[in-house]
T-cell receptor, first 114, second 111 residues
């Protein structure tokens, strides 16, 4: 595997379900990010992790719970979601967050909440 | 308030018809401006980073330029495979890795 991978690629879940999104980066980076991309809206930053420590929570509802067990893996745990949470969820990584480094994105998980 | 605005929202070109995409930004303390390309159903693909006004970068048919208020992505003699959504994002000082994205320009190049 190379770059940033995400699983699953597609997910349909009911409002009462609990599911998790997984992201893995193979670039040796130290910072990882979760973004939400809704139709016709700009990408919205959700969470930032640097060296496994959460450094930013961008006013995200508590039904989204991130986890970063090591610098290569990032999870987004989902529970009691709403239909408006349906979107493309993108994971990204960068060499560091303390300088100007480009972020590399995974292919995304297309989430549909029914 | 930091803001990134891209125009036009959509652009249709004939193959070989050169044009430019615009990214206007208002941010205090620009650290870097990024251009990405996103194909349908995929994640954004990094194209360029620009750091200061007057800087230019090129890659194949694409050339990115930066002024103090905006950036342009010039596409010379585009091909159908250049069809995609092009995203602009800015990073400011003292905000770590946070990127503020524009809404994108959807480019369609017809043969």
């Amino acid at each position: 595997e190379t770059g940033v991978t995400q699983t699953p690629r597609h997910l349909v879940m009911g409002m009462t379900n609990k599911k998790s999104l997984k992201c893995e980066q193979h670039l040796g980076h130290n910072a990882m990010y979760w973004y939400k991309q809704s139709a016709k809206k700009p990408l919205e930053l959700m969470f930032v992790y640097s060296l496994e420590e959460r450094v930013e929570n961008n006013s995200v509802p508590s039904r989204f719970s991130p986890e970063c067990p090591n610098s290569s893996h990032l999870f987004l745990h989902l529970h009691t979601l709403q239909p408006e949470d349906s979107a493309l969820y993108l994971c990204a990584s960068s060499q560091s967050r303390t300088a100007v480094y480009e972020q590399y994105f995974g292919p995304g998980t297309r989430l549909t909440v029914t | 308030e930091d803001q990134v605005t891209q125009s036009p929202e959509a652009l249709r070109l004939q193959e070989g018809e050169s044009s430019s995409l615009n990214c206007s930004y208002t941010v205090s303390g620009l650290r870097g401006l990024f251009w990405y390309r996103q194909d349908p159903g995929k994640g954004p693909e990094f194209l360029f980073t620009l750091y200061s006004a007057g800087e230019e970068k090129e890659k194949e048919r694409l050339k990115a330029t930066l002024t103090k208020k905006e950036s342009f992505l010039h596409i010379t003699a585009p091909k159908p495979e250049d069809s995609a959504t092009y995203l602009c994002a800015v990073q400011r000082y003292n905000q770590g890795g946070k990127l503020i994205f524009g809404q994108g320009t959807e480019l369609s190049v017809k043969p």
